[in-house]
DNA sequence: CGCCAGGCTAGCG
DNA sequence: CGCTAGCATGGC
């Protein structure tokens, strides 16, 4: 077991791990203390909070400026990447125009920020979420690592990565079902062996916004709304507008101007108002007025 | 019991 | 094009 410790002092706009893990980006993420993931808790703040990401089984804690981890190797630039450390989020904020709404939602708490995780298991994660609650969606994608992703050990206890594309392929249809995914059991099957067999263009995917949006569209059960999640959080395209329904509920009440009819027409009014990175907006616009 | 959940799809007009 | 019923499941 490795461990160390990052500096957050350095790191412009700060990070809060609680805030960042616990947003319904990542589902990934547990606590150690409990289940307990979307339940609204004051103090989770210095919990421990474990993954296993890239075959490693992963610890880590914040404890203010410093951000410690264990793990079954070194995961320091992992760690960095995942959380995308390397954003200056005051230069982020600092291109959004100053409105309330927004400045309310970033004062609670500052230092939330945008996931940057695995193409595939953010697929599979956003497929599944469909029509369910945050909790709900961390159970599930948990239970299909549980029952088809590598078991990996660490500390005399078992832990499971994330299946890959061909081990979810092979899950029959009835298998998922049984976990509880319901109508999106074939939309899973069905994209996984999709991947699987390489019908995926990986070009397309790395040519932008746009480029990537429509290739996502191609996999079954992925709409508008999960593509705008998956290339937010699995392709790190800052543009993307992900408008759920507490987005829209959030958008009608505090930016009623941007709230048109349709889903794309609204996406491209949040971007024309908050620029390019109007992801950085709708995702603190999410975590602060959801409740 | 009814309603809703980080929606999507098929099938209408 | 736009609009809507149906979809599985569990929690409140």
């Not at 947003?23 to 909070?49: C, L, P």
């Not at 599930?140 to 992703?149: D, K, P, T, W, Y």
Request: with cysteine.
């Amino acid at each position: 077991m490795e461990t160390g410790s990052l500096s957050l002092a350095d790191v412009p706009g700060g990070f809060d791990l609680q805030a960042t893990v616990e947003s319904a980006q990542s589902f990934r993420w547990s606590r150690a203390d409990g289940d307990a993931y979307g339940a609204a808790t004051a103090h989770g703040g210095d919990a421990w909070y474990h993954t296993v990401a890239d075959g490693d089984v992963v610890w880590v804690r914040q404890v203010d400026d410093r951000l410690a981890w264990r793990a079954t190797g070194d995961v320091a630039d992992l760690l960095v990447e995942r959380f995308r450390l390397g954003d200056d989020l005051d230069a982020v904020f600092a291109s959004f125009p100053t409105d309330e709404p927004l400045a309310t939602a970033r004062a609670a708490p500052p230092g939330l920020r945008v996931v940057s995780d695995p193409f595939f298991p953010t697929l599979v994660s956003f497929i599944c979420s469909a029509r369910l609650t945050v909790g709900r969606i961390h159970a599930l994608v948990n239970a299909l690592a549980e029952a088809f992703g590598d078991a990996v050990e660490a500390d005399g206890a078992t832990y499971h990565a994330f299946p890959r594309p061909a081990q979810l392929a092979a899950a029959s249809e009835a298998a998922l079902r049984d976990l509880g995914l319901g109508f999106r059991a074939p939309y899973v099957a069905e994209t996984a062996a999709m991947v699987a067999d390489g019908d995926v263009s990986r070009t397309a995917l790395d040519g932008g916004y746009e480029s990537a949006r429509g290739e996502l569209q191609r996999f079954p059960g992925v709409g508008p709304k999960v593509a705008d999640c998956v290339a937010l959080f699995g392709l790190g395209y800052l543009a993307a507008v992900p408008i759920d329904t507490w987005t829209r509920r959030i958008l009608e009440r505090h930016y009623p101007d941007l709230a048109r009819d349709g889903y794309q027409t609204t996406g491209d009014a949040v971007r024309e108002y908050f620029g390019p990175r109007a992801g950085y907006a709708q995702t603190y616009l999410y975590h602060y007025f959801r409740e």
